[in-house]
Antibody
Framework: QVQLVQSGAEVKKPGASVKVSCKASGYTFTSYGISWVRQAPGQGLEWMGWISAYNGNTNYAQKLQGRVTMTTDTSTSTAYMELRSLRSDDTAVYYCARVDTAAPIDYWGQGTLVTVSS | DIQMTQSPSTLSASVGDRVTITCRASQSISSWLAWYQQKPGKAPKLLIY???SLESGVPSRFSGSGSGTEFTLTISSLQPDDFATYYC??????????FGGGTKVEIK
């Protein structure tokens, strides 16, 4: 069965960076893309971007351009999302999710809480 | 970028009620629209894709309609398990995959 297992919770200071991992199993990793979505406490879903696991092409949300990098390691079927220059309003649960071409998200990771606090 | 606007933001309803949630896109997205249900502390769950196609395993009381810029999610007879927050998302390949702001369905 398809599973996306994310790394554990993180606490970071303002200005630091965080890198969240998402290990995929149960499907051919390079046949799909991975989207990253975050949700601040009590708020809605925010799409952060997408990476093709096939060729590494990316598409980032404009508001995060320059601070976010999404990568994949096909040898371990793992996707990564790094967010730099963290601010308190980056505090959120970060989800990875599987997505196919011209298709919506069908599987989600369990979420990773990133807390940014001095 | 395409913006997605949902209404209402909160909806109070009773078990058995017919519930309709609206999602509007700032420009045409054809039928590239999905609906998700999210419960507290959980990841969202896909309900509807391509505006009106029911995801496997989702109860038939959920339905979606619309195309272009205006879409609706309807729950024909609200059940206790349906009290949750619902999000629309556009997945047009040529634009970031924005979500609507969400609609919380509460018990009246």
């Amino acid at each position: 069965q398809v599973q996306l297992v994310q790394s554990g919770a993180e606490v970071k200071k303002p200005g630091a960076s965080v890198k969240v991992s998402c290990k995929a199993s149960g499907y051919t990793f390079t046949s799909y893309g991975i989207s990253w979505v975050r949700q601040a406490p009590g708020q809605g879903l925010e799409w952060m971007g997408w990476i093709s696991a096939y060729n590494g092409n990316t598409n980032y949300a404009q508001k995060l351009q320059g601070r976010v990098t999404m990568t994949t390691d096909t040898s371990t079927s793992t996707a990564y999302m790094e967010l730099r220059s963290l601010r308190s309003d980056d505090t959120a649960v970060y989800y990875c999710a599987r997505v196919d071409t011209a298709a919506p998200i069908d599987y989600w990771g369990q979420g990773t809480l990133v807390t940014v606090s001095s | 970028d395409i913006q997605m606007t949902q209404s209402p933001s909160t909806l109070s309803a009773s078990v058995g009620d017919r519930v309709t949630i609206t999602c509007r896109a700032s420009q045409s997205i054809s039928s590239w629209l999905a609906w998700y249900q999210q419960k507290p502390g959980k990841a969202p769950k896909l309900l509807i894709y391509k505006a009106s196609s029911l995801e496997s395993g989702v109860p038939s009381r959920f339905s979606g309609s619309g195309s272009g810029t205006e879409f609706t999610l309807t729950i024909s007879s609200l059940q206790p398990d349906d009290f949750a927050t619902y999000y629309c998302q556009q997945y047009n390949s040529y634009s970031p995959f924005a979500f609507g702001g969400g609609t919380k369905v509460e018990i009246k």
